[in-house]
Nanobody, 119 residues
Framework: QVQLVESGGGLVQAGGSLRLSCASSGSLFSINVMGWYRQGPGKQRELVAAISNGGTTNYADSVKGRFTISRDNAKNTVYLQMNSLKPEDTAVYYC?????????????WGQGTSVTVSS
């Protein structure tokens, strides 16, 4: 029902910036929450940032003040602006969409985009 495609990953030096994009096949008005998750080598997948239809945002403590999640409803796209990158930010980043129905919740995932931060 919902297809998510991430882009913008790559290699960057510590202190640099990257902007990740997540293009959705569905209208963002139909999606309750959009979020970015990441999974580093040998680590569990964790929530990085999320934004609801009401505009409420949530960030992991490790990225607060450095990362910003935003959305462009006209383009059905969610962005993750990453500044002051650290080697600890190295991971595969996944876009997630959550749709809540009266009887159940649906989760959709993108294919992931790799981010590598060098020292």
């Amino acid at each position: 029902q919902v297809q998510l495609v991430e882009s913008g990953g790559g290699l960057v030096q510590a202190g640099g910036s990257l902007r990740l994009s997540c293009a959705s096949s569905g209208s963002l008005f139909s999606i309750n929450v959009m979020g970015w998750y990441r999974q580093g080598p040998g680590k569990q997948r964790e929530l990085v940032a999320a934004i609801s239809n009401g505009g409420t945002t949530n960030y992991a403590d490790s990225v607060k003040g450095r990362f910003t999640i935003s959305r462009d409803n006209a383009k059905n796209t969610v962005y993750l602006q990453m500044n002051s990158l650290k080697p600890e930010d190295t991971a595969v980043y996944y876009c997630n969409a959550k749709l809540t129905k009266p009887w159940q919740t649906y989760n959709y995932w993108g294919q992931g985009t790799s981010v590598t931060v060098s020292s």
